[in-house]
């Protein structure tokens, strides 16, 4: 399976994927990082797993149709079969969630459905929830609505802020993003016609 990651920031999940890759224990190879900023830190990540690196700057376009044309083209010269999106913070277009209809991934800082969007860490302390985690899902044309395919919970303490509690779901979202990679590359995890499957049964 080939993989293109593609971020945004600090690539702690890139690097969680490329420690697990250099282990060989992804069951694919990341044949590239993208980013739409070109200071991430997580460029600097892959260059040094020497991966080959990419910079797509949003703001070099007019509009977000173009800057999602300028990505697929982008992409799709390392002629992915799986596209992960790990700390991507663009959204994208309708035409770019079916260019990559059943092979597109992305990681969410909340027990989804719930938190859709961004602050999520702050939105569960404000609700006085028990619990938060992240959730790895197949990515559809509704923002953070796609499938769920893993989820990880943690507590949330009374004394948490937003930071603390971010740095306990981070430490799950490294687990669980190599892991659920390593499921689509096995064949384990899979859409088709707008269902999730995992080992044949419905997500
Ligand atoms: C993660 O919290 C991820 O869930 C969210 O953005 C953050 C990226 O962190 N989508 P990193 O760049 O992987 O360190």
Redesign the pocket.
Known sequence: TRIVVL????????QALLDQSNAGQLGGEIVAVISNKADAH?VARAKAAGVATQVVANVDYADRATFDTALIQAIDEYQPNLVV?????RILTPEFVRHYQNRLL????SLLPRYQGLHTHQKAIDAADAEHG?SVHFVTEELDGGPVILQARVPVFEDDDAASL?ER??VQ?HAIYPLTVRWFCDGRAVMQQGKAYLDGALL
Not at 7 to 14: A, D, E, Q, V
Not at 106 to 109: A, E, K, L, Q, R
Request: charged content about 5%; hydrophobic content about 40%.
């Open positions: 971020i945004s920031g600090n690539g702690s999940n890139l997580g999106l790990a700390g991507f913070m992305n990681i969410h800082p992240c971010a779901v981070q979202e």
